[in-house]
C-alpha cells in the first residue's frame, strides 16, 4: 500500500502540467475568440472528449491527494513532531482546511455571478 501511495505521489506533478497546459489552451483560445474567430468552442468541445474527461477527473483526484498530503505534513515541519502538541497538530490541519474550504466558496461564488 505505501508503494502504491509513493508512485501516485510521484505522479502527481505530471496531473498539474497536463491541468497547466490545459489552461494555457484555453486562455490562448478565448484571445483569439476575442478577435472573431471560433477557437473557443474548439476548446469547449475538446474538452469534452471523454479521454480528456477522464484524464482531467484523475488530474483532481491527484490534486486533492496532494492536498491532503500537504496539509498532514506541514504540522510535522513546523511543530518538529512533538508529541505534547497532538491538538495543535489536529487544530492547525483543520484551520488549513477550513481556509482552503472558505476560499474556494469564495471563487465558486465569483465565477457563479
Known amino acids: 500500500m505505501f508503494l502504491i501511495l509513493s ?15 490545459i489552461l494555457m489552451y484555453g486562455v490562448i483560445c478565448m484571445y483569439t475568440n476575442a478577435m472573431g474567430q471560433d477557437e ?11 479521454l480528456v ?14 492536498s491532503i498530503n500537504w496539509f498532514r505534513l506541514i504540522p510535522k515541519v513546523i ?21 482552503t474550504l472558505l476560499l474556494s466558496y469564495y471563487l465558486l461564488l465569483l465565477i457563479i455571478k
Open 7 to 21: 508512485v501516485i505521489s510521484k505522479i502527481t506533478p505530471f496531473s498539474m502540467i497536463w491541468v497547466s497546459i
Open 40 to 50: 473557443f468552442y474548439r476548446f469547449i468541445f475538446f474538452l469534452q472528449k471523454p
Open 53 to 66: 474527461v477522464v484524464i482531467n477527473s484523475i488530474a483532481l483526484l491527484l490534486a486533492l491527494f496532494h
Open 79 to 99: 511543530f518538529k513532531q512533538d508529541s505534547h502538541k497532538k491538538g495543535k497538530v489536529y487544530l492547525l490541519i483543520i484551520g488549513f482546511w477550513c481556509v
